[in-house]
């Protein structure tokens, strides 16, 4: 099958395209004939040599989300069957033509979805359902706070969200993003380079604060969450885009009750992954296949110019999903 790897940790161009066997399925897994695959900006710190692949993952393969049909299925495979048109969180390897993964990671395609909306789905909406709703708790009623709102995150997170009934604060860096997380449902976008967004939350919601705050920026940013989340609030982090080592006001997290939490998905087993798979299937995907939510898909490209994807990643241009097609590879 061809393959692209990550030549040599760097710049986009050690991206390259390589002849490589197969990947061998396990009795539980099954194999997939990849025709897209999503790119997410952990794929980039990978590249980049920050972030090596976890036990078991391809070690120079990228990816970590797919959509295609199956071709081959282990010998305790109870669910699926070859043809089956799904799309799957994988611990690595899904910038290939071929990809395997534990049949409990595996969601249908949903209804009137393309392989490319599809591809969009997984690393992110897994990741959402288990901070928001599962580490942070965040009820109907309740409001969200998510940084990075036009990312790939940030328009799973609005679209969930609102979906279940939470009301949406996001912060983004322009007026354009502002404006295309506000149509995809955010109640108000925060253009953080002109505004603080602390105070503008604190204004919004009549100095209670926010409920949750999903965040992947970290840094100075940290005091800002802990001043504008409510009374019981809960900070959930997925990165620490501007730094790791932050301040924290222990007085406002007693005197708040508040809990500062965070994962990180793509180390966690398949039997915790194949758990996420079954809230999404259950009150997710019947708002895919419905058109309540929608994959955002910013750009595709073909899969040989995999460097191109991770560059305009890497720009912060885009708002939405990046997605590398395999079809004509
Ligand atoms: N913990 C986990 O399990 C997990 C899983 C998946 C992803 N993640 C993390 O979630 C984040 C979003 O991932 P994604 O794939 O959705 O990324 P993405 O689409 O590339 O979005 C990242 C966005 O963050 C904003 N941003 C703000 N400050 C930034 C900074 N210092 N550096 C870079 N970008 C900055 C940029 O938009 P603006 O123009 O608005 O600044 C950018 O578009 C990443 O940090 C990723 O590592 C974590």
Same mark, same amino acid.
């Given at each position: 099958?061809?393959?692209?790897?990550?030549?040599?940790?760097?710049?986009?161009?050690?991206?390259?395209?390589?002849?490589?066997?197969?990947?061998?399925?396990?009795?539980?897994?099954?194999?997939?004939?990849?025709?897209?695959?999503?790119?997410?900006?952990?794929?980039?710190?990978?590249?980049?040599?920050?972030?090596?692949?976890?036990?078991?993952?391809?070690?120079?393969?990228?990816?970590?989300?797919?959509?295609?049909?199956?071709?081959?299925?282990?010998?305790?495979?109870?669910?699926?069957?070859?043809?089956?048109?799904?799309?799957?969180?994988?611990?690595?390897?899904?910038?290939?033509?071929?990809?395997?993964?534990?049949?409990?990671?595996?969601?249908?395609?949903?209804?009137?979805?393309?392989?490319?909306?599809?591809?969009?789905?997984?690393?992110?909406?897994?990741?959402?359902?288990?901070?928001?709703?599962?580490?942070?708790?965040?009820?109907?009623?309740?409001?969200?706070?998510?940084?990075?709102?036009?990312?790939?995150?940030?328009?799973?997170?609005?679209?969930?969200?609102?979906?279940?009934?939470?009301?949406?604060?996001?912060?983004?860096?322009?007026?354009?993003?502002?404006?295309?997380?506000?149509?995809?449902?955010?109640?108000?976008?925060?253009?953080?380079?002109?505004?603080?967004?602390?105070?503008?939350?604190?204004?919004?919601?009549?100095?209670? *604060?926010? =409920? /949750?705050?999903? %965040?992947?920026?970290?840094?100075?940013?940290?005091? @800002? +969450? $802990?001043?504008?989340?409510?009374?019981?609030?809960?900070?959930?982090?997925?990165?620490?885009?501007? *730094?790791? =080592? /932050?301040?924290? %006001?222990?007085?406002?997290?007693?005197?708040?009750? @508040? +809990? $500062?939490?965070?994962?990180?998905?793509?180390?966690?087993?398949?039997?915790?992954?194949?758990?996420?798979?079954?809230?999404?299937?259950?009150?997710?995907?019947?708002?895919?296949?419905?058109?309540?939510?929608?994959?955002?898909?910013?750009?595709?490209?073909?899969?040989?110019?995999?460097?191109?994807?991770?560059?305009?990643?890497?720009?912060?241009?885009?708002?939405?999903?990046?997605?590398?097609?395999?079809?004509?590879?």
């Amino acid at each position: 099958m061809k393959a692209i790897i990550i030549t040599q940790p760097g710049s986009p161009e050690v991206l390259q395209i390589v002849d490589r066997p197969k990947p061998a399925i396990a009795d539980n897994e099954v194999l997939v004939k990849v025709m897209a695959a999503g790119v997410n900006r952990p794929d980039v710190a990978q590249r980049k040599g920050n972030y090596p692949p976890p036990a078991g993952a391809p070690k120079d393969i990228p990816g970590l989300e797919i959509a295609g049909f199956i071709t081959e299925t282990g010998s305790n495979v109870q669910r699926w069957k070859t043809g089956d048109k799904i799309c799957a969180l994988v611990i690595g390897g899904g910038y290939a033509e071929f990809c395997n993964m534990p049949e409990g990671q595996c969601l249908p395609v949903p209804e009137s979805l393309s392989f490319a909306e599809a591809a969009s789905l997984p690393e992110t909406f897994f990741t959402v359902w288990s901070n928001v709703f599962d580490r942070a708790k965040l009820q109907p009623g309740e409001s969200l706070l998510i940084h990075g709102g036009s990312s790939g995150i940030g328009v799973a997170a609005i679209q969930m969200a609102t979906a279940m009934g939470s009301t949406v604060y996001v912060t983004a860096g322009s007026e354009e993003k502002c404006l295309f997380c506000e149509q995809l449902g955010a109640a108000k976008a925060i253009n953080y380079k002109t505004e603080n967004f602390s105070e503008a939350i604190l204004q919004l919601t009549n100095n209670k *604060g926010v =409920d /949750v705050i999903l %965040d992947m920026i970290g840094g100075d940013y940290t005091p @800002l +969450n $802990i001043k504008c989340l409510a009374d019981d609030g809960r900070l959930v982090m997925i990165n620490s885009m501007n *730094g790791k =080592d /932050v301040q924290v %006001d222990l007085s406002a997290v007693m005197r708040k009750r @508040l +809990n $500062i939490t965070g994962s990180m998905l793509r180390s966690r087993d398949t039997a915790f992954k194949s758990a996420i798979a079954k809230k999404l299937e259950k009150h997710i995907w019947p708002l895919l296949a419905s058109g309540k939510i929608k994959s955002v898909i910013y750009k595709i490209f073909p899969a040989n110019e995999a460097s191109k994807a991770h560059q305009l990643m890497e720009s912060s241009e885009h708002m939405g999903k990046i997605i590398l097609n395999f079809e004509d590879l």
